[in-house]
């Protein structure tokens, strides 16, 4: 059997400070007889190659290395050494023969034959051996021995489980399919590209009368042209026509001396222009119901100057949409 030595003491963490500038050639040192050392321990090695006290050398050896390590590195190849021997050790264990000591069935159903049967000894002859099955056998004494070291209350039960036992049957659902009835099937209705009447392109026709209104009008402010006191939704519309004005560059806005956005007609910039540096800018400008309230308040506004338009109707399948 092996013993440990008792005065082997393994590294404390006082005595174990991390030090980054520990000395080069040391570390080298230390991990060169690692590796060695893991090198005699690793994977590929069989438990039967190696004895148990030379493990035991191999875990003393890897205790003296690690007095000197300060570094993770080096703690790192100091537990995959462990881990080796560890394993080694584990599989060992596992092949160990207990020899004389190992358990023997038929010695034991021999001896709890003997036991429950009242017989002194048991004979070696095959035909006394048959004769224990005939004999009876004092199942209370054992049972008595054996509830002296277990307290769980003894029940009856049966081997094969309960005495009438019937299988259940899975009853066999039939789906019954869904049919549907001719009469209910509908088609979708198909629409023909004669049925959607083509009509000219609105938007440009509105930005057109738009340009066209603040030619006649000139300079102005911009919520007094483009707000409708009666329309909020006409309203946005005609701040849209006039962001096409103002991204092709025919329409500028500007702040005048007293705060108000003021919009006017300009020409826009040729290649010319743009080549010499000039640049269009456009703005995003939040619109809401309040706001539209609020500037028909302010700027005292009771007519629209853009006229109001009917709304726009579109025919789809013989059917007026608007």
């Known amino acids: 059997m092996v013993h440990f030595d008792p005065n082997?003491?393994?590294?404390?963490?006082?005595?174990?400070?991390?030090d980054p500038d520990q000395d080069a050639a040391e570390k080298r040192d230390i991990r060169k007889k690692y590796r060695a050392l893991?090198?005699?321990?690793?994977?590929?090695?069989?438990?039967?190659?190696?004895?148990?006290?030379?493990?035991?050398?191999?875990?003393?050896?890897?205790?003296?290395?690690?007095?000197?390590?300060?570094?993770?590195?080096?703690?790192?190849?100091?537990?995959?050494?462990?881990?080796?021997?560890?394993?080694?050790?584990?599989?060992?264990a596992r092949a160990m023969k207990l020899g004389s000591a190992a358990f023997d069935v038929d010695d034991f159903v021999s001896k709890l034959a003997i036991f429950m049967g009242g017989r002194h000894e048991l004979a070696d002859d095959a035909s006394e051996l048959d004769d224990i099955g005939d004999s009876v056998m004092d199942w209370e004494k054992i049972g008595r021995r054996a509830l002296a070291k277990s307290r769980r209350v003894p029940v009856m039960g049966f081997m094969l489980g309960p005495l009438s036992v019937e299988q259940k049957k899975r009853a066999q659902v039939k789906r019954a399919k869904l049919e549907k009835s001719k009469e209910e099937e509908r088609r979708p209705q198909e629409i023909k590209e004669e049925d959607i009447q083509r009509s000219e392109n609105e938007t440009t026709k509105n930005v057109i009368k738009v340009r066209e209104i603040l030619e006649e009008s000139g300079a102005v402010n911009l919520f007094r042209f483009v707000i409708n006191p009666n329309d909020f939704a006409q309203s946005v519309e005609n701040i849209f026509y006039l962001s096409f004005l103002i991204r092709d560059g025919l329409c500028a806005l500007e702040i005048d001396d007293n705060g108000e956005p003021i919009i006017f007609l300009c020409e826009a910039p040729s290649a010319q222009d743009r080549a010499d540096g000039v640049t269009c800018h456009q703005i995003v400008m939040e619109f809401d119901m309040a706001t539209w309230r609020r500037a028909i308040e302010v700027f005292e506004i009771t007519e629209s100057m853009i006229p109001q338009r009917p709304a726009a109707k579109t025919r789809l399948g013989g059917k007026w949409y608007g």
């Open 8 to 18: 082997v003491r393994m590294g404390s963490p006082s005595s174990l400070p991390y």
């Open 38 to 92: 893991e090198k005699r321990t690793g994977d590929q090695l069989r438990p039967q190659d190696i004895m148990a006290a030379e493990l035991v050398e191999h875990v003393e050896e890897a205790d003296e290395l690690f007095q000197k390590v300060k570094n993770p590195t080096e703690a790192t190849l100091d537990s995959t050494v462990l881990r080796n021997v560890s394993s080694i050790s584990a599989q060992k």
